[in-house]
């Protein structure tokens, strides 16, 4: 390599980084140099100890029974106006900071934000980020918190005991439609490109979650997207929210990201737990006899009515099968 030249790359390095940070970035989930494989180059702390997602391994998980339940206060009814946007990557609805959430050791969290990851690239593909026994579930609902000792999501998100997110889980199945969501889906077609905003007027975040809010997985991980900084406190709700088909192929099917794509599979692969602990508090319903003859029943239904359960499975049980399902998924950025 001639001087020049030598001289030329880190110059163009610098205009193509400059590049990145303009567009914020150009990670993406499966596509290009920025793959999830290579986030940890760009962003260190994605190749570290306390990654998220994980699998949640039910024999696995601790159960305590001193573990309180969650405390959520101002989830119901909110008069006023919420902006929904495609960022390019997801919709994401911004919450009031009357949303707050008492953990169960007292830690108070304000509501920031609230997305969704999910998946859609064929009527099989499943995009739950966090998947339970290896079965990764319809869509995962995210509400992003931070902690009130700070005085804003921006200072909490690089200290490390900032964020905290309750996550839940979609289940589709014959259901009618889930009529607190028809505003949200509603909406999607107002915000079909990136960067578009819409309105919601009124909101009930508790009336788009699970029925029951108090079973609850829990461990120490990170932000699912670049800079994947290790501050998350996760909830995981063990109850599902119900919406017939025809909802999440609209939101699988409405938005379009920076390159006029359709926004699918917008979830990472499952990271390893290393020496954590996932606490539960409940007990493990699979290890029971009746648990274990109800699993066996759901099992064989599902052999009938729907396609294997976790047909994505982690990259390394099954990386060609992920490769091809990703092929044509631009990842996205997104605030988490
Ligand atoms: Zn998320």
Redesign the pocket.
């Given at each position: 390599m001639c001087s020049t030249m030598r001289a030329l790359v880190p110059l163009l390095s610098l205009f193509l980084l400059g590049g990145q940070a303009q567009h914020g970035s150009d990670w993406t989930y499966s596509e290009g140099a920025l793959d999830e494989a290579h986030w940890p180059q760009h962003y260190p702390a994605c190749g570290g100890q306390r990654q998220s997602p994980i699998n949640l391994q039910r024999t696995k998980v601790r159960y305590n029974p001193a573990l309180k339940g969650l405390k959520l206060t101002g989830y119901e009814t909110q008069e006023g106006e919420f902006p929904m946007v495609n960022n390019g990557h997801t919709v994401q609805i911004s919450l009031p900071s009357t949303m707050r959430m008492t953990a169960a050791d007292g830690t108070v969290y304000i509501a920031q934000q609230m997305?969704f990851?999910w998946g859609g690239a064929s009527s099989k593909i499943r995009g739950s980020?966090h998947t339970v026994d290896g079965i990764r579930h319809v869509i995962?609902i995210?509400v992003v918190h931070y902690n009130s000792k700070y005085k804003s999501y921006e200072t909490a998100q690089d200290a490390p005991d900032g964020l905290a997110?309750l996550a839940a889980f979609v289940e589709v199945k014959d259901y009618p439609e889930n009529t607190y969501y028809s505003s949200f889906i509603s909406h999607l077609a107002n915000i079909k490109y990136p960067g578009q905003t819409t309105t919601l007027t009124g909101l009930d975040i508790r009336d788009m979650l699970p029925k029951n809010l108090q079973h609850y997985y829990s461990y120490d991980g990170s932000l699912?997207?670049p800079p994947c900084t290790e501050n998350v406190h996760w909830f995981v709700l063990a109850d599902f929210v119900k919406l017939s088909r025809t909802q999440v192929w609209k939101l699988e099917n409405s938005l379009l990201d920076h390159h006029n794509k359709t926004i699918q599979n917008d979830y990472r692969r499952t990271q390893p737990l290393n020496h954590r602990v996932v606490e539960s508090n409940f007990p493990n319903q699979g290890k029971g006899h009746l648990a274990s003859r109800e699993k066996t029943k759901s099992k064989s239904k599902a052999h009938v009515n729907t396609p294997p359960l976790g047909s994505r499975q982690p990259r390394s049980l099954s990386s060609n099968t992920v490769k091809t399902h990703k092929d044509n998924v631009l990842g996205t950025r997104r605030a988490?």
């Open positions: 997305h990851h980020e995962e995210h997110v699912t997207t988490f």
